[in-house]
Each structure stands twice: as C-alpha cells, then as structure tokens.
C-alpha cells in the first residue's frame, strides 16, 4: 500500500459493466503507481498525475454482478463519475443505460460530472459517441456536466485527455 493521496487529490470513481476495460484502462493509466491492489474486496485505488500540479485519485470498484450492491460504497466524496462502456458491444448498452441511471440516482452524485469512456475504439464495430450518448440517454442529464470521449485502454489512446477532461469539469462544477 502507498501514500494515501485522497485528502488531496480529487476522488474519481471508474465504474461500468464487467469487460468495459476498467482494469485494462487503470493498468494502462497507473502503470507503476497502483497503491492497493485488494481482489478479494475487488477494488483498486491510484493517484494520476495529470501535471505538475493536478492528480486525481481514480478509484476502480470492479464490475461483476456480485460486487455491484457494493459500488455505493464508494461513492463518498466523488468529485467525478467515469463511466466506462464497451463501445464494440451494442448489446450492452441497454444494460450499460440502466446501471448508469441507477448509480447517477445517488443523492451522493447530484450535480457531479460524468465521463463516459467509449472503451475499445480500436474494434471496426465500436459506435460512434453520438451512439453512445444516445444510448445511454444522455441528454436526460443536463443537470451536470458530462462528456463522451472514446478511447483504446489497449493501445493507450484517448486516455490521458480525457482524465485532462474530467480534471477541468471537476474545476468548473
Ligand atoms: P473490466 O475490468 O472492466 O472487467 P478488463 O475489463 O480490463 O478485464 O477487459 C476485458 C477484456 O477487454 C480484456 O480482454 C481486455 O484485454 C479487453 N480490452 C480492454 N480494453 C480494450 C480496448 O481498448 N480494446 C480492445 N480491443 N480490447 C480491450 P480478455 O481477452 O483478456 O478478456
């Protein structure tokens, strides 16, 4: 376990359906600097260094359907939701939608931003982020800020601007 970065750095909560790509994503993102790493309570913590002066905690709460009456524990002090969706797999979106909608119902959410990542860029199939926003209905949330960014946790694209994204709505909410 590492310095406990919390008390500093912005709390961001990585959420999203089994194989979205969260662990992928947080690996390609903290490669070194993961602080804990507890598979048995299925959760996994690091700190992001955006630049000289910002970081952010990234909290990655796991995704399989055991874990997932979970995941409100972790919302205490969430300055921001990443939510993180297959964007090759269509057929999830519904499913994607509904969790979304639930978790974005926490009291404890109100008004904080949200980033979706439209994960797995990299497949021919993967949907547009007009897709993605519309189905998962984002237009519904205009009470917040919210983005959607697509990236490859895979190949390491579109990572590193859409955490910069997720800092500067932090700063603007
Ligand atoms: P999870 O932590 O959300 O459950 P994982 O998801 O990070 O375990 O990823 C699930 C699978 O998707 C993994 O493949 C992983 O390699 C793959 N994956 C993650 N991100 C990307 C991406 O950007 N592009 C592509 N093409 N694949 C990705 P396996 O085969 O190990 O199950």
């Known amino acids: ?7 500093t750095c912005p709390k961001v909560v990585l959420l999203g359906l089994d194989s979205a790509g969260k ?14 790493t ?6 996994n913590v690091g700190t992001l260094d955006l630049d ?7 909290w990655d709460v796991g995704g399989q359907k055991s874990m997932r009456p979970n995941w409100t524990h972790y919302l205490d002090d969430c300055k921001a939701l ?7 797999d269509a057929a999830q979106m519904p499913e994607a939608h509904k969790l979304l909608k639930k978790v974005l119902s926490d009291e404890r959410l109100q008004g904080v931003p949200l980033m979706v990542l439209a994960n797995k860029k ?9 897709a993605v926003w519309n189905q998962l209905g984002l237009d519904s949330y205009s009470d917040r800020l919210r983005e959607v960014q697509a990236c490859s946790a895979l ?12 800092n500067k709505m932090i700063r603007k909410s």
């Not at 662990?23 to 804990?36: D, E, F, P, W």
């Not at 939510?83 to 090759?88: E, G, L």
């Open 1 to 7: 376990m590492g310095q406990d970065h919390s008390s």
């Open 23 to 36: 662990s992928t994503l947080l690996a390609r993102l903290l490669t070194g600097q993961v602080m804990k």
């Open 38 to 43: 507890t598979p048995t309570i299925g959760f």
């Open 52 to 58: 000289k002066n910002s970081s952010l905690t990234v």
């Open 82 to 88: 990443v939510f993180v969706v297959d964007s090759s």
């Open 122 to 130: 990299d497949l021919p199939q993967a949907m547009t982020i007009q």
């Open 155 to 166: 190949q390491g694209l579109g990572l590193q601007q859409a955490f910069l994204s997720v």
